[in-house]
């Protein structure tokens, strides 16, 4: 199968729904100024995170704090299922409809805005609006036009209950062997799951940023820039120490994120690889946020993977002017300030948030999550932009074939490498 570079794979349905889009051309209106009077009517935002446990319904309710700042307007968040969201997501939008407002991890991102259903923001962000916006916003770019802006971009850590490691006499672990050992020596000494992270085609899109760190902690990497390095020597490499940690025994082998994280929560599991995002989720009475410690990736090279996630306007929303109103208001200090927060004040958002001294003592894993930050790859295909999806499906099928089929990483990178020339 023959993968171009920055060219988009689209079904007739995609094509269809681009075209038409085209022809209606999406709206480039200022939001409205607040002396004018603020727009009315009901917002449908969409985001996975609005399930998480924990902090999902605290998103929630700062979403919905618009209605304070615009009593004119209603918020209905949408959760729909992280593994069907991408999914959901393509079907409405293709019918030319789905939720006004909606998040995006930035694999999916290029698909959305090639398809043209994204609203162009460059005349939507007010002046001050767009002064505040950091770096991270590049992400939201498109044929150099401003697409979307940053939700959150969350490192991801190596995360430990230092309570289970000290109750097996494990030291936490710095490097793989010594994760695998731990691991294992967990398993034997306490029953529980020694360590977990995602493994399943079924959760295909954050399985691919998860299984990034791997690639990342082995100084490998899914392109040049110009052309693929699939079956690069520290990419089978990283997928060799995969398969090890998936065959010892001490593997949350079958487990989804769900019921791993949930299992971590009770106390079941003692390590994971995970991003900025669960722990806030896992905090629990059984295990405390002062029972999470995290650290850099016990992997030789310092980088992992990030969780990219842009926010957007959907180009056939009916409610343009409210639907940019709520993104300048999104975006104010105020706002940034209790979403960051609410995500445990590890990740970067849209803007510069802060983080106090205090919160740092009460959650000691946080200071992993901070450090991580600096060293951040994204999982979207440098040169291969639009066609990162479909090259991770054909990856991960191969991976796939390693775990539950014994086929070599080696043969299974080289056959990936293969189908896409």
């Given at each position: 199968m023959r993968i171009p570079r920055r060219t988009l794979v689209v079904g007739a349905v995609g094509v269809a729904v681009a075209l038409a889009l085209t022809a209606c051309g999406p709206s480039?209106?200022?939001?409205?100024?607040?002396?004018g009077g603020k727009p009315s009517g009901t917002l449908q935002i969409a985001h996975w995170d609005f399930l998480a446990p924990n902090?999902?319904?605290?998103?929630?309710?700062?979403?919905k704090g618009y209605e304070k700042y615009n009593p004119k307007a209603t918020i209905e968040t949408v959760g729909i299922v992280r593994a069907d969201y991408?999914?959901?997501?393509?079907?409405?939008?293709?019918?030319?409809g789905g939720p006004d407002l909606f998040t995006m991890a930035d694999t999916f991102l290029p698909t959305v805005a090639a398809a043209n259903l994204l609203e162009p923001l460059d005349n939507v962000l007010t002046p001050t609006t767009k002064k505040a916006l950091n770096s991270t916003n590049k992400g939201g770019v498109y044929n150099n036009k401003q697409v979307a802006v940053t939700w959150q971009i969350a490192p991801?850590?190596?995360?430990?209950?230092?309570?289970?490691?000290?109750?097996?006499?494990?030291?936490p672990p710095t490097t793989f062997d010594e994760l695998v050992d731990a691991a294992v020596t967990i398993k034997q000494k306490l029953g529980i799951t020694g360590f977990a992270v995602r493994s399943r085609l079924a959760e295909e899109?954050?399985?691919w940023v998860d299984f990034n760190n791997w690639i990342q902690g082995y100084g490998g990497s899914w392109s040049?820039?110009?052309?693929?390095?699939?079956?690069s020597p520290q990419n089978v490499a990283a997928l060799t120490a995969f398969k090890k940690m998936y065959d010892s025994g001490a593997f949350s082998v079958g487990d989804d994120a769900s019921t791993f994280r949930t299992k971590f929560s009770e106390g079941q599991v003692a390590m994971m690889i995970d991003a900025t995002g669960a722990p806030p989720a896992m905090i629990s009475a059984k295990v405390p946020s002062t029972s999470m410690i995290s650290s850099p990736l016990p992997f030789p090279k310092p980088y992992t993977s990030q969780v990219g996630i842009y926010f957007g306007i959907n180009a056939h929303t009916k409610n343009k002017a409210l639907a940019e109103d709520f993104l300048n208001w999104f975006?104010?200090?105020?706002?940034?300030?209790a979403l960051s927060e609410n995500l445990g004040n590890t990740s970067t958002l849209a803007t510069k948030t802060t983080v106090s001294d205090e919160f740092l003592a009460k959650n000691p894993w946080a200071v992993g999550y901070r450090e991580d930050g600096e060293n951040t790859r994204s999982s979207v295909i440098r040169g291969f932009e639009s066609v990162t999806p479909q090259i991770a499906h054909t990856v991960l099928s191969q991976v796939e074939k390693v775990l539950l089929q014994d086929v070599s990483p080696q043969r299974a990178l080289s056959d990936a490498a293969s189908s896409l020339k």
């Open positions: 480039n209106s200022p939001a409205p100024s607040s002396s902090y999902g319904q605290q998103m929630q309710d700062i979403i991408e999914t959901k997501l393509k079907i409405q939008l293709s019918a030319g991801y850590a190596f995360l430990w209950n230092k309570d289970i490691l000290a109750q097996a006499g494990v030291k899109t954050p399985w040049d820039g110009k052309k693929l390095t699939i079956d975006l104010t200090k105020d706002t940034q300030q």
